[in-house]
């Protein structure tokens, strides 16, 4: 009885888990579904372009860096923008974390002038 007391959580939260991993998988796949020559996209390697061909053969895309063409597999395509409201229409890209603190060039400049102040003071 303590064992299958055990067993039942454990079984629902594997099931929530596979629920979420597809959901996300279907999502990922409207995402490359989506895609049509002129959309701009962003690759997983951060390279931003513009989409010239896509292959579904080959599953490849065929991207347009201001004039420079790269044949990438379709699943290394990380953002999709449509070309004529330039918003995402569905992003698949990890947000940036805030550990850097935002200085401004006012107080960055203020902390140089003081560093020297200091070095100049130890001299």
């Known amino acids: 009885m303590e064992i299958l007391i055990m067993l039942v959580p454990i079984i ?3 099931y929530f888990m596979q629920r979420s991993q597809k959901k996300q998988q ?3 796949q409207e995402l490359l579904d989506s895609m049509r020559p002129g959309n701009q ?3 997983i390697g951060g390279l931003h372009g513009v989409v ?3 292959d579904d053969e080959k599953k490849t895309v065929t991207l347009d860096c201001e004039g420079i063409y790269l ?7 990380r953002t999709v923008r ?3 409201t330039g ?3 569905q992003s698949t890209a990890v947000p940036p974390t805030d550990n850097v603190p935002d200085h401004t060039s006012e107080e960055m400049n203020a902390d140089n002038d003081s560093q020297k102040d200091k070095d100049q003071s130890q001299e």
């Open 87 to 89: 918003e995402n229409t």
């Open 41 to 43: 996209v962003v690759t």
């Open 26 to 28: 279907r999502k990922r």
């Open 52 to 54: 010239s061909e896509i």
């Open 71 to 77: 044949e990438f597999d379709r699943a290394s395509i």
């Open 12 to 14: 629902i939260l594997m």
């Open 82 to 84: 449509s070309s004529d």
